[in-house]
């Protein structure tokens, strides 16, 4: 009986460590989900391979069902989510902070904005760092008559979604002229690949300025500015200020919605959730009930054990409701109709 049993577990542990599940999609949460997936692996032999191109390709990936998930820093719109070939369900994974990084000589003290300001600079109407508008924000502060080098994404980018939903809200001009989405037509600025992409520019170019998740900027040591959020406080990016994002806001049953300047008057205004998108039900293609489970206990670790590894990597824990409802929509997974 013995040998039965012991030759069992190594089966289960070698099936374990066989099994791959896929991934593609977002940058923003990429330091996170790295650590999350080597922890998962030394727990469980579960080997998650996680493609970082960006919340535009891994939603066209899931799509396409060329991946097991796809992570996103903004949730699929109605419309796309009509277009899939079968449910898809979303479930957020982290709470990030979006930044304006920049690599400004001279000056070492984080500077302040408000968000008609950094519209403006994207908007290519605020050309030099010593323009009035910033000097107005940041009195006693030396600046220099440097040209400003936008840095911004080139490809389709759940960062930039969060971000140009922000200035959506605070400048009416951005609303109407560039608006909100994933890829844009961008009035001015120099293109970058991911957040590490834009980091890169931001760090190797005296006088840019580029948004980027907060992981990014002190990774590559950019300084970051505070920025001012609805109740008129500047508000310095950290964990506690992106969690307080959530606090107030009435989140759906789906989990879809924006977190950006938050009505919170300790929320950090550039805050968002960060998705894991997957099918409702799991048999599709060729894929097994055993697949389809691995993925529900992953997704499950995501939420719950694996909430342990965000503060560690400036990412904001899930509140307690929200990873109640992420278990809820992750326990309706199906494989063929039945229940997994």
Known sequence: MKKFFLLGLILTGTAAAQTTITGAGASFPYPLYSKMFAEYKNATGVNVNYQSVGSGAGQKQILERTVDFAGSDNPMSDETLKSAPAPLLHIPTAI?????????????????????????????KIKNWNDKAIAALNPGVTLPPLPITVARRSDGSGTTYVFSDYLSKVSPEWKSKVGVGNSLQWPVGTGAKGNDGVAGVVKSTPGAIGYVELVYAKQNKL???????????????????AAAATLGVVIPADTRVSLTNSANAEAYPIASFTYVIFYQDQKYGNRTEEQAKALKNLLTWMVTTGQQYNEGLDYAKLPANVVNKAKSIINSMTYGGKRL
């Open 96 to 124: 990030g902070a979006v930044v304006p990084a920049y690599n400004l000589p001279g000056v070492t003290q984080p500077l302040k904005f408000t968000g008609r300001v950094l519209a403006d600079i994207y908007l290519g």
């Open 223 to 241: 300084t970051f500015g505070s920025v001012q959020n609805r109740a008129g406080k500047f508000v310095l990016a950290d964990n506690g200020p």
